[in-house]
Nanobody
Framework: QVQLVESGGGWVRPGDSLRLSCVAS????????????VGWFRQVSGKSREFLAG????????HYADSVKGRFTISRDNAKNTVYLQMYSLEPEDTAVYYC?????????????WGPGTLVTVSS
């Protein structure tokens, strides 16, 4: 079992940068965050959830949606049980609730665990 909590959302202006954090904790089962790939997703009200970026268990591999490639960077610090999403050149279209999710599979097609989300608002 993994519990995830996102932070770092807020209001920014177009062109600004923002870094989101996803902190994981595991229960007493002995599970470890290092077993899980982690992804970032976002959802706009009334629309389906969109995959943004994923990172492998050790951080060696990453993959991105075309919509954010070159603007967003995912990274992880397993010593801190934390995954980050660095976002640059934010646009109003990036306004959404951002979620992190964890799954043993790097493909992250249907993650087992989700955080509650953090709202990012981009407007002038």
């Amino acid at each position: 079992q993994v519990q995830l909590v996102e932070s770092g959302g807020g209001w920014v202006r177009p062109g600004d940068s923002l870094r989101l954090s996803c902190v994981a904790s595991t229960d007493a089962s002995g599970d470890t965050f290092r077993r899980y790939a982690v992804g970032w997703f976002r959802q706009v009200s009334g629309k389906s959830r969109e995959f943004l970026a994923g990172i492998s268990w050790g951080g060696e591999s990453t993959h991105y949606a075309d919509s954010v490639k070159g603007r967003f960077t995912i990274s992880r610090d397993n010593a801190k049980n934390t995954v980050y999403l660095q976002m640059y050149s934010l646009e109003p279209e990036d306004t959404a609730v951002y979620y992190c999710a964890a799954d043993p599979s790097y493909g992250l097609a249907s993650p087992d665990y989700w955080g509650p989300g953090t709202l990012v608002t981009v407007s002038s």
